[in-house]
């Protein structure tokens, strides 16, 4: 019971991030495109790593709870794989982060040739 309720809990703080990202989606897939090319394409690119990291972090979430409850792994073990996942989570939200930020500098750039 614990392993739902920690579950239900990650969810639920996670649930927020995941509504925005899917309307950052929705917004860009709108017909009156408001951002230039390359921005567009990079705004996009940067929601979809970002909403591929969250939806990463849950499942590694649910599978973290059930390693811990039901194999024989050492602490070290864990915690080594705990640390490997959470890495690994880091460079996607880097990357998602890395490419929004590369949207709003193109159209920056974009309007000032303008």
């Known amino acids: 019971m614990i392993a739902i309720g920690s579950f239900v809990g990650f969810f639920v703080v996670q649930l927020p991030v995941l509504a925005v990202l899917v309307a950052g989606l929705v917004v860009l897939s709108s017909p009156a495109r408001r951002l230039p090319g390359r921005s567009h394409q990079f705004a ?65 750039s974009f309007s000032s040739e303008r």
């Open 44 to 108: 996009r690119a940067g929601l979809i790593v970002l909403l591929a990291e969250t939806l990463a972090s849950i499942a590694w979430n649910i599978a973290f709870t059930q390693i811990v409850a039901r194999t024989g792994f050492s602490m070290t073990q864990v915690g080594l794989a705990g640390s490997i996942v959470g890495f690994m989570l880091a460079v996607l939200f880097a990357a998602g982060l890395g490419l929004l930020i590369a949207a709003f500098a193109t159209v920056r």
